[in-house]
Structure formats: structure tokens, C-alpha cells
């Protein structure tokens, strides 16, 4: 958003509160090494913040979904959102864990993917319909449920619903992409 104030500017050290100071330290200190993304603004509200970062180091990091399915389950998420700031950084990541980049291309496009993996396809059916219809059918929760076992599907739901927050974050803050860079999704007829 050019020559617009941000919506949750970045917070000083010293203007954080002692909570808000510890909530920071603890994400600059683990694996994401900085306060991108939702966690400026997640921090004005450190309590929440601290138990949301926790929750997204588990599902990011930790999950129990392989890290090319996560990934994609997150790009399907940020094309739902049309979060700029969410696709930016995941699209590169799910390029990193082995996605093709057709597929994430399709999904951008708002395509169900032409050329997607078969394990894939189980990830983007199980997703869109969970997202479409607000439920999935006994044949796609079974197709899931073969392929990453309960606790994995309980991990997909969880993905799914954590990067819903995490873009409503980036949205409602309107974080900006890195160095003015050109939103990365255009936007699709809803």
C-alpha cells in the first residue's frame, strides 16, 4: 500500500510491553528467526500471540502432513484469501519441499491443478471441499484418512484453520510484500 501508514507498524523494543518483549524474543529465538507476517500485529495482543505462535511453529514445523502437502494446503488457503503477503512467502517454500510448479501456478490461477501428484490430488479435494461446502463426503475424509491416518487429517484441518487466521491477519493489516514487490495473485470472481 503505497504512501498509506501501516495499518501495525513494527513495535520498537522499546515500546513493547515486558509480555510483548517475551512473546518477540521467543519468535525471533525459534525456527522463523524474525517477526514477519501476522506477528507485528499478533503482538499487540501478546497473550493470544503467544499461543498462536506456538501453535503455527507445531503445524509448520512438527506437523504430521509431509512438507510438500502442508505447504500446498497452504497455498490453497492464501488463494482462498487472496493473502499477497501468505502466497509470497509459501509459494517459495512449497517450491523448496518438492511442489511442481504448475500446480501452485493452477492454484494461483484458481484451476483445480492439472498435473498434480496423486497424494496431492487427496490434499486439494480434501481442502476445497472442506473450504467450499464447509464439510467433506465419507469418500473424501476416507481418501484423506488413507493417506495421512487420522491424526494427519486432524493435522490438515489444523493447517488449513491456523493459515484461515494468519490471512485474515495479513489482510486486515494489510502486511506489505517485501521491497513494494507486485501482489503475487490477481483477484479471482467470487
Known amino acids: 500500500m ?7 507498524p513494527p513495535l520498537s523494543p522499546g515500546e513493547m510491553t515486558p509480555a510483548q518483549r517475551e512473546v518477540a ?14 506477528f507485528q500485529a ?23 502432513v ?27 517454500l512449497a517450491l523448496e519441499a518438492g511442489l511442481d510448479p504448475a500446480v501452485a501456478a493452477d492454484i494461483a490461477e484458481g484451476r483445480w491443478p492439472a498435473s498434480m501428484q496423486a497424494d496431492e490430488a487427496v490434499v486439494y479435494a480434501f481442502c476445497t471441499e472442506l473450504r467450499t461446502t464447509h464439510q467433506v463426503s465419507d469418500a473424501t475424509l476416507a481418501a484423506a484418512q488413507a493417506l495421512l491416518g487420522e ?15 494468519v490471512s485474515m491477519t495479513l489482510n486486515v493489516a494489510e502486511v506489505p510484500l517485501p521491497d513494494g514487490l507486485p501482489p503475487p495473485l490477481q483477484p479471482l470472481p467470487r
Open 25 to 38: 524474543e521467543a519468535i525471533a529465538s525459534g525456527p522463523r528467526g524474525g517477526l514477519r507476517g501476522p
Open 151 to 165: 491424526g494427519g487429517v486432524i493435522d490438515l484441518i489444523a493447517v488449513s484453520g491456523y493459515y484461515d487466521l
Open 42 to 64: 499478533w503482538l499487540r495482543s501478546p497473550e493470544t500471540a503467544e499461543r498462536l505462535q506456538k501453535l503455527g511453529e507445531h503445524l509448520r514445523f512438527s506437523s504430521s
Open 66 to 92: 509431509p512438507r510438500r502437502l502442508n505447504e500446498l494446503a497452504i497455498l490453497i488457503t492464501a488463494r482462498a484469501w487472496d493473502a499477497q503477503f501468505e502466497w509470497f512467502a509459501h509459494h517459495r
Open 2 to 8: 503505497p504512501d498509506r501508514p501501516l495499518r501495525y
